[in-house]
């Protein structure tokens, strides 16, 4: 079965500054990997998706991340951080089985900005 | 384009009252899901649908039913209200088993 850490429960950044979300995933095959964001109170909007090749994926909001296998990673990253990023941020990975997509989320890290 | 709607928006249940929360999608998505999310657990996948007539348990099953009559509309029943399925629910739907899913804005349940 597949399972998904993200080590952070909350990050404080200040406005403009960078920003990296640590997530790792197990699973034994290939993952399909992805990054949601939730503000509070609403549901959650995909940031990115990776299902192959390029292992470093462009998304929404300025957001990348990159997949590397060796160290069953798929950390979110994002150059200069705006207040209206604050909000949480959940990663998961994806298993294709006989019954579909099975996503398996990690417990999510809440950003806060400086200002 | 409206996406994934949610009823109710929020809900104060009593235990052991039956509940069915409502989901609809206006995308032709063929697959359809039920998760749940709780404090520090992330979110759950209670049930899922591959598409229309079919439907399979997730990780939290129990407790859960669901429906798939059609393509648009995938219900989520509590059948006996307990205090544990306090919890805010999110239907997700995915064109395929195998895309991307698209989330609703969530139902916030509370059971006294």
């Known amino acids: 079965a597949q399972s998904v850490t993200q080590p952070d429960i909350h990050i404080t950044v200040s406005e403009g500054a960078s920003l990296e979300l640590r997530c790792n995933y197990s699973?034994?095959?290939?993952?399909?990997l992805f990054w949601y964001v939730q503000s509070p109170g609403q549901g959650l909007q995909l940031l990115l998706k990776?299902?192959?090749?390029?292992?470093l994926v462009q998304g929404i909001k300025g957001f990348e991340a990159e997949f590397k296998r060796s160290q069953s990673s798929f950390n979110l990253r994002k150059p200069s951080v705006h207040w209206s990023d604050a909000a949480e941020y959940f990663c998961?990975?994806?298993?294709?089985?006989?019954?579909?997509?099975?996503?398996?989320f990690g417990t999510g890290t809440q950003l806060k900005v400086e200002l | 384009i409206a996406g994934i709607t949610q009823a109710p928006t929020s809900q104060i249940l009593a235990a052991g009252r039956r509940m069915t929360l409502r989901c609809t999608q206006d995308?032709?998505?063929?697959?359809m899901y039920w998760y749940r999310q709780d404090l520090g657990l992330g979110l759950r996948l209670i049930h899922y649908?591959?598409?229309?007539?079919?439907?399979g348990k997730g990780e939290v099953p129990d407790g859960y039913s669901v429906s798939r009559a059609n393509t648009d509309d995938f219900p989520l029943t509590l059948a006996s209200a307990v205090p544990s399925q306090t919890s805010v629910y999110f239907c997700?739907?995915?064109?395929?088993?195998?895309?991307?899913?698209?989330f609703g804005p969530g139902t916030r349940l509370t059971v006294l």
């Open positions: 699973y034994g095959a290939t993952p399909y």
């Open positions: 995308m032709r998505h063929n697959a």
């Open positions: 649908s591959n598409t229309a007539g079919t439907t």
């Open positions: 997700a739907s995915s064109r395929d088993p195998q895309d991307t899913q698209y």
């Open positions: 990776y299902f192959s090749g390029d292992t």
């Open positions: 998961a990975v994806g298993a294709i089985t006989g019954g579909g997509n099975k996503l398996t």
